[in-house]
């Protein structure tokens, strides 16, 4: 049988969260250094929070380096997945009905602040959209020797015979500014008992 095509709808954009915020006027790193020379305090801070190598790749026009994926199950293995080789050409994964699950997410920023970065998860099954999350995961300077970690909230895989199948899903990681820092999608089962 024939996959069902996922059509995408406006209402699968990214949610507006109402609160009339609005992102500041970017500055680079050094025009923040630059501000308040003479601000000895103020700067001994700016030290602290602006990295002195910024550069991972200076060839490299990525702000964010996302280096792996983990699934986390208790009381099972770590599924750890590359972001580049995630496709929705196969399953990535198995998770068993009713089982509770974290995602960890470890990546690299390079060259400028990243403002706002969000994760932006869209589920499908058979073409028809399930399930559409956001979490703000937050702001991160820029520093080559530094590896981020983000631990996602505990979730729940629905359970029951509608609920067991395959699933596609849509991933984007947008900043503030509006900058896409990756984009993938990936298929994943839900199954009676673990595989």
């Known amino acids: 049988m024939a996959e069902a095509k996922v059509v995408e709808t406006p209402d699968d954009q990214p949610d507006d969260d109402g609160t009339g915020y609005r992102v500041a006027a970017r500055k680079s790193i050094s025009e923040m250094q630059n501000l308040d020379a003479d601000d000895v305090s103020l700067q001994k801070y700016k030290e602290q929070l602006l990295a002195t ?4 790749d200076a060839n490299d026009p990525r702000q964010v380096f996302f280096d792996k994926f983990v699934l986390i ?23 068993k009905e009713k089982s509770t699950y974290r995602l960890r997410i470890h990546f690299r920023v390079q060259k400028e602040i990243v403002l706002g970065l969000k994760y932006m998860n869209i589920v499908y099954k058979k073409g028809i959209r399930v399930d559409k999350s956001t979490q703000m995961m937050g702001s991160f300077a820029p520093d080559a020797n530094k590896s981020n970690e983000y631990l996602f909230s505990e979730e ?20 503030d500014d ?14 009676k008992q673990w595989e």
């Open 178 to 191: 509006g900058n896409a820092h990756l984009e993938f999608k990936y298929m994943f089962r839900i199954a």
């Open 73 to 95: 199950v208790p009381d099972r293995p770590d599924v750890e997945m590359n972001p580049s080789t995630i496709t929705d050409e196969g399953v990535s994964f198995t998770l």
């Open 53 to 56: 190598n910024p550069i991972i």
């Open 156 to 175: 729940i895989t629905p359970s029951g015979m509608l609920a067991r199948g395959k699933y596609t899903a849509k991933t984007r990681f947008v900043d």
